[in-house]
């Protein structure tokens, strides 16, 4: 089915279209169309337009009103002001314009007309290194990112950009090598804990040899050139560490309810081959010079605290390579090799200035234009209740899996508080306190400004009330009881049918959902849509408080069409929470 025009762009080219005609040289103008308090939408572009044409705004604002005839889209328009329009839209044009959405799959959200192509950089653990708490954003972010995207058209290539490269797997794979049976498993099934333990084992095992023992700390190091060199048993031995870690990481984003998958994960080590290219290309072209024997990219905007630039060191004096070639190889191959119009890193704000500097390193060497951008989503940090970096009682980091196990233990509790008025099984209560508990942890993340910090309070985050994604579950929970209790009524749109406020206003919203979709994609801001699913929320409560759908029994005509407008908020709450990575269970 096409996409169903909203009320907003239909009476925005109504409005348009009576400007062009009062005043020809606007042709094309905005009239800033936006909604209101005074009326479902006031238009403000008439003042800037007059003043421009030297005309009289409020004159010019009569004019167009006179040419706008009220009818099947508009039933109200008036003047306010120096020139502003108030409109207010028929409840005919409101209903049929959500029926033609509640015709689609897609609830009538068109794709967008200039969809590309995008790769998103996100979740990225180290390999054999435990996730925690720092880890959960990026993740969370960035697999809603791709949601949005690609709901909206866009080709969206994943990259889990892991740290599988650098000089401690000199240490690991040595004492490995020494200690040959310290990844072996207990059983052919291996849980992520297991895989983890033997990785933290073997971790904490290798460095404190390495910290008192030098002859084995001149072996890790002789181990470090044999990797770079690609020696076949120091690689096979680095492949094992590579698939031990993915066995742990594959474990917590199936808690997170992630997929992610073998072919997205192209860590530090994927752009190997291309680091030596990637210096002499930005030697060759002026854009590095050497200094003191290292390869660096300087800006002037760019100093460090003595007044000097401070450089971006694509290769060191002793011939490493630092972060910055890899990623630079890794924009070549992304827009080369990917073809991609948009790369999107989802990555900690403490990073800006480095992406600051490879994308301009980028930019000069042609590697990104007008028509290939590369932006950084930039996260804030998880804080603990007391507004500091969250730890545990012990300063020590928090891991993400005791993190996630703690939300669902939170989440099951308030779940099996109403499971027996619910009348849910005891697997329903398990399988909604997972769908809770991590919902709880990703909505928190998702309703914030991704580069605001955040306080990670669990009490409040599975609160059955406040701006919680259990207040938005339970929403649409309550909404599919209500269809199952209205027995042989079933949902119908009436156009015919005078609206109360709140069945208008929840009736506005629903129909806002396309366009907050474009803006969510464009802007790389999900929680636009949190917001947008949150206010929908409550105002269905306001809806169902005031406008009887059951009991005491309306009208049979003013019942289905409430039943309508309960079906059309429950699907677009479904299809909003999908795309934040949120379940909605069906009873709760």
Known sequence: MASVPSLASSVNQRVADALASALPEAGGADPLLRRSDRADFQANGILALAKKAKANPRELATTVVDSLASGDLIKEIEVSGPGFLNITVSDRAIIETLAARAGDDRLGVPYAANAGTTVIDYAQPNVAKEMH??????????????EILEFTGEKVVRRHHIGDWGTQFGMLIQYLLEHPHELDHKSEEVSGEEAMSNLNRLYKASRALFDSDEEFKTRARARVVDLQAGEPQTLALWQRFVDESKIYFYSVFDKLDMDIQDRDVVGESGYNDMLVETCKLLEESGVAVRSNGALCVFFDEYKGPDGNPTPLIVQKSDGGFGYAATDLSAIRDRVGNLKADTLIYVVDARQSLHFKMVFETARRAGWL??????????????????????????????????LLDEAVDRATAVVR?????????EAEIVENGQYVGIGAVKYADLSTSAARDYKFDL???VSLNGDTSVYLQ???????SILRKAGERTPVAHPELELAPAERALGLHLDGFGELIAEAAAEHAPHKLAAYLYQLSSLFTTFYDQ?????????????????????????????GMSLLGIRTPERL
């Open 369 to 402: 234009n007008d028509d290939t951008k590369a932006v950084q989503l930039a996260f804030g940090t998880v804080l603990g209740k007391d507004g500091k970096p969250f730890k545990t009682r012990e300063g020590e980091t928090v891991r993400l899996v005791d």
């Open 417 to 425: 508080e109403k499971a027996e008025k619910v009348g849910l099984s």
């Open 474 to 480: 339970y929403a649409y929970a309550r909404i599919k």
């Open 459 to 461: 009490d409040q985050m």
């Open 133 to 146: 708490v720092g880890h959960l954003r990026s993740a969370v972010i960035g697999a809603a990112m791709v």
């Open 547 to 575: 406008c009887p759908v059951i009991k005491p029994e309306p009208e049979p005509v003013v019942a289905e069409n409430r039943l309508f407008l309960c079906d059309l908020t429950a699907r677009t709450l479904s299809k």
